[in-house]
């Protein structure tokens, strides 16, 4: 018998036959885990509270959103003067948010040689019955005034600032509305300033 000594490239095709190939050629070697050192335990420091507070203190950007009477207008005035927060016309990404609630009127009617005409709207009182400063992130009513269909009495003493306020505004023009309620938020802001820790 005669043996053929195998070419170079049959003895490369059977070594690369024998190799060992695929997702479990090495599944032997993953298979033994490794040593797991344990650390003693590290006594844990609660992470530091993030510094939250009221977002009328810490709030930069306001919208005020139209109003009737182009109270918005003087209230966007009134706010830039005091100066405390930045006022855009864009309400997308800001930190607050001041809108007035203008609930829809009943029309009136009275009658007239027998055809009944509607009445006018009552000129000293405002269409609004409150203004809201909400947080536009999460929603949250920050601040807000009620309107009050009457004038200030005489001998009416200016309530302290508070989160919830009434304002008598019969007789108030737009301008003196707003001027109004953005010295009562800025009151308020005030006291949140001068109570909350530094």
Sequence with gaps: MVFESPSPLRVFLVALALIP????AYAQEQQTPAPVVQEPPQPQTPAPAPKTGNRLVTGKLIYVAPMPNNLDKWLQEDLRTWGRYRVTSN?????????????????????????????????????ESSI???????????????????NPKADEAEPPPAASIEIPARDMTSDQLALKITRELERYVEQLESSSPH
């Design 91 to 127: 309400s997308e990404g800001v930190d607050l948010e001041i809108d007035a609630v203008v609930p829809e009127r009943q029309t009136r009617y009275r009658e007239r040689n027998g055809v009944p005409l509607p009445k006018g709207e009552p000129k000293k009182q405002p269409r």
């Design 21 to 24: 190939i695929g997702p479990g």
């Design 132 to 150: 809201t400063v909400t947080d536009w992130t999460s929603g949250a009513q920050l601040w807000s005034a009620t309107l009050l269909n009457r």
